[in-house]
C-alpha cells in the first residue's frame, strides 16, 4: 500500500497522506498509460472502419494485451530512446507483434499524450462534482437549521450588528455555488484534441487516406467519440492550446480561495467558542496543552488551499511561453501542476464535506456574547421609543452617549460586564418606556430579514444546483487523519 512502502524515498503527501483512492488512481501511471493503449485501439479501430489494412486479428491482440504493461520493459526503453512515447509504443508492440506495424500508425506523441490529459481532466471534475455538491448540501441543511439563531455580525472583526448562524452560511454557500458553476462550466468546456497530426494539420493522415479529406474528418469524429467527447478542437497546434489548462485550474484556484475564506472564519468563530468543527473522541488537540481542542481540519484546509491557489502560477506561464505550434518546457511543470490541482481540490473538498457534517454551534456562547454588545446596538431603538414617548430626540442622544461612554469604560478599563441597560434603567429619564426594554432588547427583532432571505436562496440557488447530484449526496466521509 501506499501508505507503507517506501519509506527511504519522498512520496508527495498529497497522494501518501491525504488523498482519495479514486483521484489517486485518476493521476496513476496505471491509468494513464492504459489509457494510451486504448486510444491506439480506437485509432486503430477507425483507421480499419476506414478502409486502411488493418485486420480484425490486429485489433483483437491489442485489446488483449491492453491491461497488462510491462512497467520495467517501458523504463528501460524509456532510459535507452529518451521518448516516453515511444518506449510505451515498443513495449506494447513486444506483447502485440502482429498489430506492431499499425500502432500508433500516422499519430503523433501528443495523441495519446494530450488525448489522455483531456480525459484525465474530464474524469478529475467527474470526481470533484459530487464531492462539492455534498459540501453544499451539507452546508445547506446548516444553514436551514440555524437559519432563525441570532449571532454577532463582525465587520472589521469588530461586533457589528447581528445577523444568524445561517444566514453567515449562505455566505459561505453562495461563494460555493460560483465554484460549483465554475467547475461544470470548465468541465463541459472541455473537448477533445482528437487525430491532428504532428502540427495540428493532420498531413500525415491526409497521406494515409490519399488525400481523402472527409475520411480524415471522419477519423477524428469517430475517435473523439469512442473517448467520450462530444466535440474536439477544429483547431490546434501539436498540442491543445495551454489556456484550456488556465480555464480548469483557474476554477479550482477560486475554489481553494472560497474554502481558505470558510476555514478561516470557522477557526475565528472557534477561537470565540461559538462553533466548532468536529472533534474525535480520543483526538488530541495539544501535545503541551491537553485541554485544546485545535480547529485542525479547517487549518489544514487553509494550508492546502494556500497551495491550490499558488498553483494557479503554472498554467498562466505555461500557456504564455509555448512558441508558435509548441514547445516542450510545457511538459515536466505539467506533470506537477495539474494532478496537484486535482489531487489538492480533492482532499480539500473531503476535508470541508467532513467539517460540514459535524459543526458544533454553541448557542448560550453566542447568547452571551449578544448580551455583552446588544445593549450598545440597541441604542437607536431606545432613542426612538423615547421620542415615540413625547421626548427630544437630541436630548435623548445626548443621554445614551454618556451612559455608553461610561459603560464602555466598565468593560475596557475595569474589565467589567456591559451595564448600560443598568444605567438606562436607573436613571430616571428613561422611566417612560422601562417597560419596553425587555422587547427593545429582544435579539430576534435585531436580524432582519436574515431567515427569509436564507429559505429563498436555499430554495431558489442551491437546492436546483443539487439536483443532478441527488443520487450521490449520501456518501460520508471518514477522514483517515
Known sequence: SCRTCGESVYRSPLVSRYASKEMAFNFSDRKKFSTWRKLWIYLAQAEKALGLPITDAQIAEMETHAEDIDFSMAADEERKLRHDVMAHVHTFAHYCPTAAPIIHLGATSCYVGDNTDLIMLRDGFDILLPKLARVLDRLA???????????????????????????????????????????????????????????????????????????????????????????????????YSRKVDIDCLSSLASLGSTVHKICTDIRLLANLKEIEEPFEKEQIGSSAMPYKRNPMRAERCCSLARHLVALMADPLQTAAV???????????????????????????????????????VYPKVIERHIRHELPFMATENIIMAMVKAGGNRQDCHEKIRVLSQEAAAVVKQEGGDNDLLARVKRDPYFTPILGQLDDLLDPTTFIGRAPQQVSRFLSEEVHPLLEPYKAKLNVKIDLEL
Not at 187 to 211: E, I
Not at 346 to 353: A, K, W
Open 322 to 360: 509555448q512558441w508558435l505550434e509548441r514547445t516542450l518546457d510545457d511538459s515536466a511543470n505539467r506533470r506537477i501542476s495539474l494532478p496537484e490541482s486535482f489531487l489538492t481540490a480533492d482532499i480539500i473538498l473531503s476535508t470541508l464535506q467532513n467539517i460540514t457534517e459535524g459543526l458544533v
Open 141 to 239: 441543511n446548516f444553514a436551514e437549521k440555524y437559519a432563525d439563531l441570532p449571532t454577532l455580525g463582525f465587520t472589521h472583526y469588530q461586533p457589528a450588528q447581528l445577523t444568524t448562524v445561517g444566514k453567515r452560511a449562505s455566505l459561505w454557500l453562495q461563494d460555493l455555488c460560483m465554484d460549483m458553476r465554475n467547475l461544470e462550466r470548465a468541465r463541459d468546456d472541455l473537448r477533445f484534441r482528437g487525430v491532428k497530426g504532428t502540427t495540428g494539420t493532420q498531413a500525415s493522415f491526409l497521406q494515409l487516406f490519399q488525400g481523402d479529406h472527409d475520411k480524415v474528418e471522419e477519423l477524428d469524429r469517430m475517435v473523439t467519440e469512442k473517448a467520450g467527447f462530444k466535440k474536439a478542437y477544429l483547431v490546434t497546434g501539436q498540442t
